[in-house]
């Protein structure tokens, strides 16, 4: 733009910094307003003096001041005159930054420029999946950068805000349980999970532009659901359980013929020591008569609950191929611990989908975080003034030969 290279030349003729940078201001209050009603998000559009001086803050009075010690992107460019990109503290808090090079007509390097955006925008913007939620902290230890502004709505950092380990909140969605990892003080890894009542979190690492850790993310899954469907599953089958033992007692209850009384008496002991929970005694049978039937019964009945423990066992171990037939269609307990570990593969099927959706939101977050400038154009009635370099490349020239030709 010809207002800022008018600026920078005057700055470098006259070094009177508070004159030249404003005519950037001036120029910059109409352009913000225009990127505010396309957007709806608050523009920070910063310009800078090698190697890394505030020359005009577009929305603050502020500047002069040296930022060399904590922007690192600046530097980058100052030193390599290439654009840089990413997640960076500064003054303004914890946003994402865009930063490339200015240069006169003549390809003299004059300094740089910075678009960047609060990071609470990613965080509102970002397309999380059914029952997740995301929260963003930064390093406390930034915390006197983050903060040393004269406005205090300068920055997105309250340094009142709840922490986790050693970072502060930034910004988090509505329903992300924040008073949860509150509890969880512990050292972490990238990608560390942890569960907290019927949540899972996932803890993703946020690095700045020289691959140094400012912040971390934290995804969090509601698992309410899989776990009141876990539930039921489980309620079902002890239901069967009793269904067939209160069946069994009521059977023996209508035998009263005194011979048999003390079969009976046997039996009821046996039934007793399966109410308890004792399944490995049986009753041996001399006879063929209706009571040793019934005792020969309830022996297969033994049998079978051992077998249906042997397989839960085997499904609590993991071993979800464990081998297990059923009689017939009729056998409720079996079929129904067969459907049980049905369930159980499809929700270790989801728990691996879950994770893969863990992969894609980082992946998300990642692609967000590298944002880039579109092409603009300025016009007055049709009549083109101005346009940037994104928008002299997409039709192949640069921006050089683009402004002799205006």
């Known amino acids: ?12 003729t006259t070094h009177d910094l508070q004159k030249a940078s404003k005519k950037i201001e001036n120029i910059f209050i109409d352009i913000n307003k225009t990127i505010y009603q396309e957007t709806g998000y608050e523009p920070r559009i910063h310009f800078h003096l090698p190697p890394a001086i505030s020359f005009c803050r577009c929305w603050s009075k502020v500047r002069g001041d040296d930022i060399s010690d904590f922007r690192n992107s600046v530097l980058r460019v100052s030193e390599n005159k290439k654009a840089e990109k990413g997640i960076e503290k500064g003054r303004a808090g914890f946003v994402i930054r865009g930063v490339a090079p200015i240069f006169s007509n003549q390809g003299k390097y004059y300094g740089s420029i910075e678009a960047f955006f609060n990071i609470n925008h990613l965080v509102k913007e970002i397309n999380l999946f059914t029952k997740e939620e995301f929260a963003i902290f930064m390093n406390k230890d930034l915390l006197k950068i983050a903060t040393n502004f004269l406005e205090d709505s300068a920055t997105n950092i309250k340094i009142g805000e709840k922490t986790f380990n050693n970072y502060i909140l930034v910004e988090k969605n509505q329903k992300f349980k924040l008073e949860n990892i509150l509890l969880k003080e ?6 560390d999970i942890f569960n907290i009542e019927n949540f899972t979190y996932t803890i993703i690492s946020i690095k700045n532009i020289l691959g140094k850790q400012e912040g971390i993310g934290i995804l969090q899954i509601d698992l309410s659901e899989s776990k009141k469907k876990l539930k039921e599953i489980i309620y079902t089958e002890i239901f069967v359980f009793l269904i067939l033992i209160s069946a069994i007692v009521f059977l023996l209850s209508l035998l009263h013929n005194r011979l048999i009384i003390s079969k009976i008496e046997l039996t009821d002991l046996k039934l007793q020591k399966l109410a308890e929970g004792e399944i490995t005694y049986s009753i041996k049978t001399d006879s063929n008569d209706e009571i040793c039937n019934m005792q020969n019964s309830l022996n297969r009945l033994n049998n079978k609950l051992i077998k249906n423990i042997n397989f839960a066992v085997e499904i609590g171990n993991g071993n979800l191929e464990a081998k297990y037939e059923t009689p017939n269609k009729n056998d409720l307990l079996g079929n129904a611990l067969i459907e049980m570990r049905k369930k159980l593969i499809q929700y270790a099927d989801d728990y691996v989908k879950s994770i893969k959706n863990l992969e894609i939101s980082e992946e998300k977050f990642k692609k ?3 944002l880039t400038f579109e092409g603009i154009l300025i016009h007055k009635k049709g009549i083109a003034i101005d346009f940037n370099q994104s928008l002299a490349k997409m039709f192949g020239y640069n921006l050089k030969n683009c402004l002799i030709k205006i």
Do not use: G
């Open 1 to 12: 733009m010809e207002i800022v290279q008018n600026a920078y030349e005057e700055y470098y």
């Open 186 to 191: 512990s050292k972490y890894n990238d990608l």
């Open 368 to 370: 967000l975080s590298n």
